[in-house]
T-cell receptor
């Protein structure tokens, strides 16, 4: 079946530090890949997405590249802010066939940014 | 455009009771999926509804059920509640044919005592 593995947290960074959160996946075919963010007490917000190999998703200074050869979709940001403190989830959807709308999530990585 | 609405936001029940949660999708979205979020298991898919029909179901016991109405609003029901059902239940709405963009509601926090 499909699975997503992301680095365990929590991750604590100083403001303006570089962020990388690793994510690898297992899936057949050509899944779509996503990063979602969850702020305390809230639901999930889509941060960025990529639907085919070598696509780069980007939003709010975050970016991730769909690497089919390494089955990875690592999240990066060049300079984090205190407001980026949240839990980040890597996810995939199969993209076609039965269950194509079903998202499989990683365990989540809690990021804390200190001033 | 209003987002996904989930009611109630918080709920406290005791073991053995049943509960019904509601989800109103974004206007124009006819697909709804439900997810359970717990600290131990993370985010797990419960079921998906489109056009009042369940299209896909996750690996949950029969105590978990759902339905969708003609206006696309969806409800999920959990019968004979167990302590382990305490979780944040999230609903997502989307346009079928666009699986790559699902919008999530704020969730319903269920506590079972």
């Amino acid at each position: 079946g499909n699975s997503v593995t992301q680095m365990e947290g929590p991750v604590t960074l100083s403001e303006e530090a570089f962020l990388t959160i690793n994510c690898t996946y297992t899936a057949t075919g050509y899944p779509s890949l996503f990063w979602y963010v969850q702020y305390p007490g809230e639901g999930l917000q889509l941060l960025l997405k990529a639907t085919k190999a070598d696509d780069k998703g980007s939003n709010k200074g975050f970016e991730a590249t769909y690497r089919k050869e390494t089955t990875s979709f690592h999240l990066e940001k060049g300079s984090v802010q205190v407001s980026d403190s949240a839990v980040y989830f890597c996810a995939l959807s199969p993209g076609s066939g039965a269950g194509s709308y079903q998202l499989t999530f990683g365990k989540g990585t809690k990021l804390s940014v200190i001033p | 455009k209003a987002g996904v609405t989930q009611t109630p936001r918080y709920l406290i029940k005791t073991r053995g009771q049943q509960v019904t949660l509601s989800c109103s999708p974004i206007s124009g979205h006819r697909s709804v999926s439900w997810y359970q979020q717990t600290p131990g298991q993370g985010l797990q898919f419960l079921f998906e509804y489109f056009s009042e029909t369940q299209r896909n179901k996750g690996n949950f016991p029969g105590r978990f059920s759902g339905r969708q109405f003609s206006n696309s609003r969806s409800e999920m029901n959990v019968s004979t509640l167990e302590l382990g059902d305490s979780a944040l239940y999230l609903c997502a709405s989307y346009v079928r044919g666009s699986p790559d963009t699902q919008y999530f509601g704020p969730g319903t926090r269920l506590t079972v005592l």
